[in-house]
């Protein structure tokens, strides 16, 4: 089957999880013998596709063709998300290269829609698969153009990643996607409870696509080198509130108190960097935080291997695959219960999202109970391991064969 | 004379309350006294006071020929007592009728064979002499925790002075032998042994309500055709089939509107109608003089899960270490010296708490789940361990908390 396939961003250019999936998901279906022709907003030429057939905005038409005028007013989004939430100035620190886009999300989206109907116009395929709202105008047009089906992945919502200020164009973008959609795709049944709720849709019409970890070595070393003599916590993601850094914080303070020989490292970057730095000095914490910035690569491995407890601590996370990532390494996992993974990750400790209190408990029970920590280590590796993206790409297939049907 | 022998069990423990680390030091109250009320006066209107109140009946419009035999444990007795004194009036007007056996088991429905000997049989002189003020009658059947046999209960049980002793009829207990003879376990004398017919009581106990099952819905008549077949295919007629359930079964886990109460009640005169078969109670049945096949327990036998062995309670690191820790304890709480302190252990030393524990079946979501009330067996492992931290610290001895392993 040939699928257009339609994603914000490719890795190694990525700012979260979703251009992970991308990779990891297209690989998988190349194996099973689907046919996929990938269009992201700008292609770099050093992304890793010899599977799937990349094209970027920028291929297309010698340049970007501009948003016509009218069609949508220029706006500044003031939601933190770009889509994906960028490091607050002072600790800027690009992902890769630089960026192709103004900063004006909308526009960027205008962009990549007209590309993508070039595209559309020029390509053959049999069905749209569109992930996230950035590409759901887009792929509604394509599919509707070309008289296919139209199948909608979503890795986050728009609740999930602004649950406090979530802007209404975005929501209006990513309800008209989902509805346009023959078939939605979502992460964890967590996130399709929530967008069946959020946009009213038909329950049938929902899939479920657990996503997993893309291939790992057999065995990884642990503890080949401590860095730091006590006990380490580690957050690895976006700081920004979606994910909960300040409740970490928070039980940070009572966990130092019991036993201050702990070390909390907090790796990433984000809109609330800035503030958790200046929080953490001013709580009297310095000593006992570590903020890395964004790591990658080895670093990311580095920081699982010296961890001795992974806190994923989200108020809202559709799915969550550092908590993946980090049971799959023998690393104790503890997780908000807003977590999408926790339903298939069930050898890890969970807290209710605001659970100050119960998220200190937790951590200090995995630093001080042996027995506890060895079961949720051995259990919890098995489990990740357990999961594949060949299995999720079985899942995919069968609905591009049902849309199709 | 066949005999069938129907008992019982009735338990309760005390579940913990939301306990976190930094409640240790600070809170000696353990218990969720809301939520055992709760428990306890919901499984009192559901199952104790209409149950036994259909059992009395029973025995009585029978003239005594319906028998039966309860296990009550000690923990069970104190609810009854705090929150439903109904539920335990109830009981005392079944056991004064002379029909009903009362048995004896450990107090606090622990492990404590596995451990401590010296424990166990505190336990159960404790709950003997609590049957008998509360009942009348001093026990002379032992059950232990979750029916587990082994050589080292036979043994004691024997030296406390029962001469009888229930247990699983596990097929690899068993092998070919048959679970409706009379045993005499390896190592004692005197001692019988009366196994659980496991098919016919999970008949009851289990499938009774399951609509997908072939033989449902299951009528009195039908089930003393198959107590009528054991004899037949015995070809003997010194039968003895134990029928041995939790007590909740009848109107709680099965709720009424299953039918397991009109079943129950129209199951005596069923049985004599269509059945060879009379009630005892274990104490009748190894009252009447035959010969006890011996029979060796080279492991623990129980009645849980497909296994039969103490995997439920058992089974992981963490199970072991909170059984391991618990029992570490208790020299320390014992030269204490505060009855309240001992009676705080002797709580956490009920099984059901590391039952909680179980991840043998946690991704399924089964039986294991539908009894506790944590939301994890992680979650009961974490919880546990701080209450026992507390009761360290109370006591005097070192926490059982240990620093995490330096680099």
Known sequence: ?405 | MSGVVLYFQVHQPWRLKRYTWFDIGREADYFDDALNGRILRKVAQRCYLPTTALLTRLVEESEGRFRCAFSISGTALDQMQRYAPEALEGFRRLAATGAVEILAETSHHALAFLTDEAEFRAQIEVQAARVLREFGRRPTTFRNTELVIARDVARVAEAAGFTALLGEGADHLLGFRDSTRIYRPEGTERLRLLLRCYRLSDDIAFRFADRGWKEWPLTPAKFAGWLEDVAVRRGADDSVVGLFMDYETAGEHQDAATGILTFLEGLPEAVARHSRFRFRTPAEVVALKGSALPLALPRPVSWADAERDLTAWLGNDMQRAAHEALYALLPRVKAHGDPGRLESWRRLSTSDHVYYMSTKFFSDGDVHRYFSPYGSPHDAFVAFMNVLDDLALRVGAPRVAVPAALA
Not at chain 1, 79 to 108: H, K
């Open chain 1, 1 to 405: 089957m040939r699928v257009l396939m339609l994603g914000w961003e490719y890795p190694p250019h990525i700012a979260g999880g979703l251009g992970t999936a991308c990779l990891a998901l297209t690989r998988a279906l190349a194996a099973q013998g689907e046919d996929v022709l990938f269009v992201v907003p700008h292609r770099h030429g050093d992304e890793p596709a010899e599977h799937l057939e990349l094209v970027g905005g920028n291929d297309v038409g010698g340049g970007l063709p501009a948003p016509r005028p009218g069609r949508l007013a220029r706006q500044r989004v003031a939601s933190v998300l770009s889509p994906y939430a960028r490091p607050a100035g002072g600790l800027a620190r690009p992902t890769s290269g630089p960026r192709p886009y103004g900063p004006d999300l909308f526009a960027q989206i205008a962009s990549y829609e007209a590309a993508v109907r070039q595209v559309a116009r020029e390509a053959s395929f049999d069905v749209v698969h569109a992930h996230d709202w950035m590409s759901f105008g887009a792929g509604a047009q394509a599919a509707a153009e070309a008289g296919v089906p139209l199948i909608v992945h979503v890795h986050s919502l728009e609740q999930d990643r602004c649950p406090r200020g979530m802007d209404p164009r975005i929501l209006a973008a990513e309800g008209a996607g989902l509805r346009a959609a023959d078939l939605v795709l979502c992460v964890s049944a967590l996130t399709a409870r929530r967008a069946q709720a959020a946009h009213d849709l038909d329950p049938s019409r929902l899939r479920v696509v657990h996503n997993a970890l893309p291939d790992l070595p057999r065995r990884l070393p642990r503890r080949a080198r401590r860095l730091r003599a006590g006990p380490v916590v580690l957050f690895l993601g976006r700081v920004t509130a979606q994910k909960g850094p300040e409740i970490l914080l928070e039980a940070a303070r009572r966990v130092v108190a019991v036993d201050p020989r702990v070390t909390f490292v907090i790796a990433g970057d984000g809109d609330l960097l800035a503030s958790m730095i200046e929080r953490t000095a001013a709580v009297g914490l310095a000593r006992h935080v570590a903020f890395t910035g964004f790591l990658k690569g080895r670093a990311v491995d580095r920081a699982y291997a010296e961890a001795d407890v992974f806190v994923l601590p989200s108020v809202s996370e559709p799915f969550g695959l550092t908590a993946l990532e980090a049971a799959a390494r023998g690393v104790p996992v503890i997780l908000s219960r807003a977590c999408g993974v926790a339903e298939v990750l069930t050898s890890a400790l969970r807290v209710d999202a605001w659970d100050v209190e119960a998220l200190a408990d937790r951590i200090l029970a995995v630093l001080h109970r042996p027995a506890l920590a060895a079961l949720l280590a051995r259990e919890g590796a098995r489990e990740a391991r357990a999961l594949s993206w060949a299995s999720a790409a079985e899942r995919v297939r069968a609905a591009y064969v049902e849309v199709c049907a």
